[in-house]
T-cell receptor
Framework: DQQVKQNSPSLSVQEGRISILNCDYT??????FLWYKKYPAEGPTFLIS?????DKNEDGRFTVFLNKSAKHLSLHIVPSQPGDSAVYFC?????????FGAGTRLTVKP | NAGVTQTPKFRVLKTGQSMTLLCAQD?????MYWYRQDPGMGLRLIHY???????AKGEVPDGYNVSRLKKQNFLLGLESAAPSQTSVYFC???????????FGSGTRLTVV
């Protein structure tokens, strides 16, 4: 039962352009959504989050959008940089428990 | 301030052997978690704990046991390892009022 889905396993963009990573969820009880970035041989690191009562949160080049009616969230990175190349996981919390998507590998080409 | 520390970092087991993975956090976090990461499957929750002496099952708990005897430590045990348990295991922790997890650097386990 995959409650959090990232349907694109990979994404490639040109440096300076926008990267858009998508995530869908099925459980309407999730109360917090997060994005994590992971480099090889390291643990995931927190990137940005959004509460279920909001529809947008911005932090520098990173913006997360939440569409509760569609049960969809997205991460926008503008402008994309080669150092952003990593695997991105979306996650959703319900109380103490959390679920993660399968991840999207982002490659930013110089 | 080390954050979340996992030991060991690598391990090879034979089918049927047992082992314990140790997770230690020094941030006084209440919640602790064990995830496994497999290609195409992302991070799947094995077990978690909301406080000392408590444990709860996650998405894929079968074949694993956990214990949280001390607030700062969360142990993951494999009683009889199987090749299907070959994976990278991540421990994480967070505060009760927070929402972001702090992850360890992972344990790569191979069962042959």
């Amino acid at each position: 039962d995959q409650q959090v889905k990232q349907n694109s396993p990979s994404l490639s963009v040109q440096e300076g352009r926008i990267s858009i990573l998508n995530c869908d969820y099925t459980n309407s009880m999730f109360d917090y959504f997060l994005w994590y970035k992971k480099y090889p041989a390291e643990g995931p690191t927190f990137l940005i989050s959004i509460s279920s009562i909001k529809d947008k949160n911005e932090d520098g080049r990173f913006t997360v959008f939440l569409n509760k009616s569609a049960k969809h969230l997205s991460l926008h990175i503008v402008p994309s940089q080669p150092g952003d190349s990593a695997v991105y996981f979306c996650a959703a919390n319900q109380g103490p428990s959390g679920r993660f998507g399968a991840g999207t590998r982002l490659t930013v080409k110089p | 301030n080390a954050g979340v520390t996992q030991t060991p970092k690598f391990r090879v087991l034979k089918t049927g052997q047992s082992m314990t993975l140790l997770c230690a956090q020094d941030m006084n976090h209440e919640y602790m978690y064990w995830y496994r990461q497999d290609p195409g499957m992302g991070l799947r929750l094995i077990h978690y704990s909301v406080g000392e002496g408590t444990t709860a099952k996650g998405e894929v708990p079968d074949g694993y046991n956990v214990s949280r005897l001390k607030k700062q430590n969360f142990l993951l045990g494999l009683e009889s390892a199987a090749p299907s348990q070959t994976s990278v295991y991540f421990c994480a922790s967070r505060t009760t009022g927070g929402w972001g997890y702090t992850f360890g650097s992972g344990t790569r386990l191979t069962v042959v």
